[in-house]
């Protein structure tokens, strides 16, 4: 049945695999942000250069919930028509072999599209978790700050992560001899966000401290490299992955989460359009 599904997708029109990627990824990035916003706001206060009971500790665990209701669906929407986008006009003129090449370029254009959405938000919700007052709104510079450490750090994740999501569901599918189900797809996307999310904790590490710098910040005070040197020189190899068990283990299942109810959501949206 679900490889029946497959073919009819690819005997859709490429408007309706980009709609059915946007519904999809809207879908998918509100339910797994706000239903491990909790651990989330754990790993900023582990990473918090304030300390984590001056951050909050483990009060109010759903401060600043609100941008991220506001931006997780068209963050995640964006990238996804992004991701889809770039593999329905590339693959079809690229060899097999190359296509996980194809996989790595789509995934990065897509982080750095998305991410036009995901810092400002990331900036407001990163502040409010960790209980930073601002007396005045906060400029557009001010939300943009993390810009440059948020695509380093988001760059790599998604580089990793696609091409491994990709990968392990074409694996498991020759293996088993069957396409996946949006469950299999799911444990794949886990596996894969699980060993990104592993590998760029100190990027994420510097990209919460600039995030949570004081406005006032100069410029060179607020690069990664700055920061990385910084939590090195006070925590050492220690700090860089500060936060590493509730990101890991969040991400893990949000990757479930989130690929599990993309992969689903698609799968209705096809046979809606198959119709």
Known sequence: MFHEQEKTAGNLSKKDVLFTSFISGALAGIVCDVTLYPLDTLKTRLQSQHGFFQSGGFKHLYKGIGPVILGSAPSAAIFFITYEGIKQYSQPYISDQY???????AA???????????VPVEVIKQRRQALLSDPHRLRLRTLYRGYGSTVLRDLP???IQMPLWEYFKLYWSRHMQHECTPFEGAV???ASVAISAAIT???DVAKT????SSTSAEKEEVKISTMLKEVYRSNGVKGLFAGFI???TGFTIGGFIFFGVYEQAREFCI????Q
């Open 99 to 105: 296509h996980s090449i194809i996989h790595m370029i």
């Open 108 to 118: 990065s254009s897509s982080e750095m599209t998305a991410c036009l959405i995901r």
């Open 157 to 159: 994740f998604g580089v």
């Open 188 to 190: 794949c996307g886990a």
């Open 201 to 203: 904790t100190p990027l």
């Open 209 to 212: 401290r600039i995030m949570l």
């Open 246 to 248: 509730p990101r890991v």
């Open 271 to 274: 046979s809606y359009f198959s």
